[in-house]
């Protein structure tokens, strides 16, 4: 009788070596939702989503008594409080630059996934960060009329700050994708990444179907 391939192959992922993606780009260039369709394109089994501004939300929901789950999504109650959020981060990364890496680390760890998409990258010391482990980097580039479609406005203090700017000039990107809703070519780039990061864990047959 012929092997259960799938399951000896899930079997098998448990122990293999793990390898982040990490996804950085502007406001409303869609980081999220890049980030999660590589994620469901690997299966729950493979990539989990994380983000560094995760813990970040839920220590300053916590200390300004905020609903922490508006925090995380993209609403308006989330661009009221952005702010003052990033100036609180600021000044606790200004104690341990890599405080919110580890607590995503952290995160990352109890999900069991050997593929880490942190789908939130915004500066040099992050990726420095991470660079302990096996990565990948993403670029995600949207144009201003694209952004702007989606709700982007120019906020002073917010988009010329270092969360924004920090990695204009790092230049050594694995992957520069654009997401002007072409959705051909970003699926094209997708299934890239994805056989891509496959292929760093051990699986080296396709499953970009």
């Known amino acids: 009788m012929a092997a259960d391939t799938s399951t000896s192959c899930k079997e098998a992922q448990k122990d293999e070596k793990k390898i982040l993606l990490l996804v950085s780009g502007k406001r409303k260039c869609g980081k999220d939702h890049i980030s999660q369709l590589i994620q ?6 493979l990539g989990v989503v994380l983000h560094i501004s995760a813990p970040l939300k839920r220590e300053y929901a916590e200390m300004a008594n905020l609903d922490y789950h508006k925090l995380l999504d993209s609403s308006a109650y989330k661009e009221v ?36 998409i942190v789908a939130d990258i915004r500066r040099k010391t992050d990726i420095e960060y991470f660079n302990q482990f096996e990565m990948l980097t993403l670029r995600l580039q949207s144009s201003n009329q694209v952004r702007s479609n989606r709700g982007w406005v120019f906020t002073e203090g917010i988009d010329d700050s270092e969360t924004e700017v920090d990695l204009d000039d790092y230049l050594d990107w694995d992957f520069i994708i654009s997401n002007n809703d072409n959705n051909e070519a970003l699926d094209r780039d997708i299934t890239e990444i994805c056989s891509h990061l496959r292929q760093r864990i051990g699986l080296t047959f396709s499953q970009d179907t």
């Open 40 to 45: 469901r394109r690997l299966g729950d089994d």
């Open 81 to 116: 409080h952005r702010a003052n959020m990033v100036k609180w981060g600021e000044q606790v990364r200004r104690k341990d630059a890599s405080y919110f890496c580890q607590k995503t680390v952290e995160t990352a760890e109890r999900s069991g996934r050997p593929i880490w």
